[in-house]
């Protein structure tokens, strides 16, 4: 689904990362950890395309993503939603149309009217539809960034830092929509520098822990 092999990036001259393998196969679920500066972001990047590595290869849904075109980019990344961590919105319009935003870029707002209030029923924020992103808090908004970033219905789901500025009572609850979409098939990588979220999944998902440290990526525990 999601394959790098012997990948490197350099950054201003400088090697963030090297000689580093990782696959994601369908339905897996991975976390990401690492100290600050290691590139977890920039590693999540290499997965959704945004980036490019600086040597070896990166293959998205049997594709290198090095021969992508901008057009062929632009509909790979129809197949993997991805949350920010800071999870930008356009504050004139409201949270229904924001997380509606890759339907109406992609032309398939009318077809998905209905699915979007399920949608919104689904992460919690049915009677917020109508409200403006300065308006929710935190752990709202980045309820509303999970529901943008499945509205498309991916096969990946990408996660960057998603509790980092949440309490731990929607930490859990974000967590656990990412483990029901998880059960529904879906593939979730999650960067986080949280080990208690990674151990609150113990009991409720077989997941895979892995560590981005001096340049390298390694397998940082059992299965979970």
């Not at 580093?20 to 679920?29: I, Q, T």
């Not at 999944?201 to 299965?223: I, M, T």
Request: charged content about 20%; some cysteine; glycine content about 8%.
């Amino acid at each position: 689904m999601i394959e790098l092999e012997d990948v490197a990036y350099s950054y201003g001259g400088a090697e963030l990362f090297s000689g580093l393998s990782l696959k994601l196969a369908p339905g897996s679920f991975h976390f990401l950890t690492g100290p600050s500066g290691a590139g977890k972001t920039t590693l999540l990047k290499l997965c959704y395309g945004e980036l490019l590595a600086t040597s070896g290869h990166v293959m998205l849904f049997e594709q290198d993503a090095a021969r992508l075109d901008r057009d062929q980019v632009a509909m790979m990344r129809r197949r993997i939603g991805v949350v920010h961590q800071d999870c930008q919105f356009l504050d004139h319009l409201t949270m229904r149309d924001n997380v509606a935003l890759p339907l109406t870029v992609s032309g398939r707002s009318s077809a998905f009217s209905a699915d979007l209030d399920d949608l919104l029923a689904w992460v919690g924020l049915r009677r917020q539809a109508d409200q403006l992103p300065p308006q929710l808090s935190g752990g709202e908004r980045q309820r509303a960034a999970l529901a943008r970033a499945v509205i498309m219905s991916p096969d990946v789901i990408i996660a960057d830092e998603p509790t980092g500025n949440i309490d731990w009572e929607m930490s859990q609850r974000l967590l656990s929509l990412l483990i029901e979409l998880n059960k529904m098939g879906k593939t979730i990588l999650v960067a986080t520098h949280d080990l208690n979220l990674i151990r609150a999944a113990k009991s409720q998902v077989s997941s895979r822990v892995l560590r981005l440290k001096d340049r390298q990526l390694q397998q940082a525990g059992a299965e979970l």
